[in-house]
């Protein structure tokens, strides 16, 4: 079993900053792909940026040139710059180990003046 524990949320103004972290622990023997995954009311869950093992990145269209997702041992970050009200959402970690996924309880980004 694979453990994710997201810290980080908050709330920001728009134009502001903040940095996600998620941890995994557990019984860890390879995890191939870990990202965040995002949740806004009355919308369905969209990834917003992922990274695999190997370093390969991708990002949704809407936060490109934004957030910057990097990664050290079983522990993946999104910084998010610029944020915008329609980046409030809760965020979620995921994780892919040994072809099964895992997913944090959420942390939430409120962005409002």
């Known amino acids: 079993q694979v453990q994710l524990v997201e810290s980080g949320g908050g709330l920001v103004q728009p134009g502001g900053s903040l940095r996600l972290s998620c941890a995994a622990s557990?019984?860890?023997?390879?995890?191939?792909?870990m990202g965040w995954y995002r949740q806004s009311p009355g919308k369905q869950r969209e990834l917003a940026a992922v990274?695999?093992?190997?370093?390969t990145t991708t990002y949704a269209d809407s936060v490109k040139g934004r957030f910057t997702i990097s990664n050290a041992k079983n522990t993946v970050y999104l910084q998010m710059n610029s944020l915008k009200p329609e980046d409030t959402a809760v965020y979620y970690c995921?994780?892919?180990?040994?072809?099964?996924?895992?997913w944090g309880k959420g942390t939430l980004v409120t962005v409002s003046s």
């Open positions: 990274i695999t093992s190997g370093g």
């Open positions: 995921s994780a892919i180990h040994v072809g099964v996924d895992y």
């Open positions: 557990g019984t860890i023997f390879r995890v191939t792909r």
